[in-house]
């Protein structure tokens, strides 16, 4: 069982200025503590869940960047990039250059895009939601084209590339990892069973519902002749590890590391190989000597199916 984590808030005080840093000591104190992957969001406003859109967002392939910079084992990519962000071809790349410059440890996370005020603000087109599913599919297409041998031509119905050459090629083979975000039954989950290495899932803290997405997706996988063993499931979670009761400044309650863990066994029990954790106190470094105890813990648990 893996535990990984997400960044998704990056108005601290004093930024801007403290943006640089106190990212660098997250990135640092999750590969210390054993943690196996590192996200950013792949938004350019703050999403309302969280905040208001005038809070501070960083691009999440240049953070992601400076952070391979800084580390040398914690695994790295967006949770998720929009289809509508980047023109395919131009994705590929981008997630290829990370792999290349990290020693091959870039993942491509992408999704269908959902944050409508987003685009029109910033003036990306944003098409209707059959059209953004049909872009996403022939994206998947192109990216796995452009991690193949060769440079053939690709003509689909939204993009039309002459040449799909991809120089140099990414350091993981066949090619960086594929997770597409989201429980959509009828389709997200069926290009997660046709094109996927992972899954993502959000936990509402109702394992049921989630197995209920993993059940959903085994059918996708024999529908399409996929091993669902292959399938990597994540679900992205979110807590706040203290030693002592309270809650975090985001108003999270605190958890303890028991707390935690049986939680992860929780979702390990309906086969979920990968927890993608929100930290709401991931500024402090006490914290991480609590999350280096929950990857020990975890660590030998086998996830249902395995």
């Known amino acids: 069982m893996k535990l990984g984590t997400q960044v998704s808030y990056f108005t601290w005080p004093d930024a801007p200025a403290s943006i640089g840093p106190t990212f660098s000591a997250i990135a640092r104190n999750a590969e210390q503590a054993g943690m196996s992957s590192l996200w950013v969001m792949d938004h350019f406003w703050q999403i309302p869940a969280i905040g208001p859109a005038e809070l501070d967002m960083l691009e999440g392939y240049t953070a992601l960047a400076y952070a391979a910079a800084l580390t040398e084992r914690i695994e790295l990519g967006t949770m998720v990039s929009g289809v509508s962000y980047r023109y395919p071809g131009i994705l590929a790349k981008t997630v290829t250059t990370l792999d290349v410059l990290s020693g091959g440890r870039a993942w491509l996370g992408i999704g269908a895009a959902w944050y409508e005020e987003e685009h029109a603000g910033l003036g990306v087109p944003y098409p209707p939601t059959k059209e953004r599913f049909e872009r996403l599919e022939e994206t998947l297409q192109i990216c796995g084209q452009m991690w193949a041998e060769g440079d053939a031509a690709y003509e689909g119905v939204h993009y039309r590339l002459a040449r799909t050459l991809n120089v140099p090629q990414a350091i993981r083979r066949p090619h960086p990892p594929i997770l597409i975000g989201g429980g959509g039954e009828r389709r997200t989950l069926r290009l997660v069973a046709q094109y996927a290495d992972a899954c993502n899932i959000f936990d509402f803290g109702e394992p049921g519902a989630i197995a209920h997405k993993y059940d959903v997706l085994r059918g996708h996988c024999e529908d399409v002749g996929r091993d669902y063993a ?40 309906i086969g979920t190989d990968t927890v993608i954790a929100g930290m709401a106190n991931n500024t402090d470094p006490a914290a991480y000597e609590l999350v280096a105890e929950v990857v020990r813990q975890i660590e030998p648990i086998v996830p249902a199916g395995r």
């Open 230 to 269: 292959d399938i990597e499931k994540t679900v992205l979670a979110r807590f706040a590890l203290s030693r002592t009761p309270g809650t975090a400044s985001s108003g999270e309650p605190f958890s303890s590391v028991d707390e935690v863990v049986e939680r992860i066994g929780r979702l390990a029990s």
